[in-house]
């Protein structure tokens, strides 16, 4: 089991920034992917970034809506994935969770991983 723990949501002006922090424990050995996803209210849960857990190379993906603005990142050594967000926009807004997945399956859909955060809200007033 693995268990994932989100930090760092919060409101921020149009244009602003936020870093969110996602702490995993249990067995994390067995982690192939760490991920982001969000969702906003009455929409469904949506892909934002995915990194290769344990690798040097950058093996990482984005959605088209945060390509450019967003950058995830990772500290195997402490077991914390990481999400820059920056130029946020009104559309941002939204409850964002840390996921973590076994080898296998899609990376970018909701059902392909294992296990879930609580999730840390983030509001970008415009």
């Known amino acids: 089991q693995v268990q994932l723990v989100e930090s760092g949501g919060g409101a921020v002006q149009a244009g602003g920034s936020l870093r969110l922090s996602c702490a995993a424990s249990g067995t994390t050995a067995n982690i192939y992917r760490m991920a982001w996803f969000r969702q906003a209210p009455a929409k469904v849960r949506e892909f934002v970034a995915v990194?290769?857990?344990?690798?040097?190379?950058?093996?990482?993906y984005y959605s088209n809506a945060v390509k450019g603005r967003f950058t995830i990142s990772k500290d195997n050594a402490n077991n914390m994935v990481y999400l820059q967000m920056n130029s946020l926009k009104p559309d941002d807004a939204a409850v964002y969770y840390c996921a973590a997945k076994n080898p296998g399956g899609s990376y970018i859909t909701e059902s392909g991983y294992d296990y879930w955060g609580q999730g840390t809200q983030v509001t970008v007033s415009s």
């Open positions: 990194t290769r857990w344990r690798t040097s190379d950058d093996d990482t």
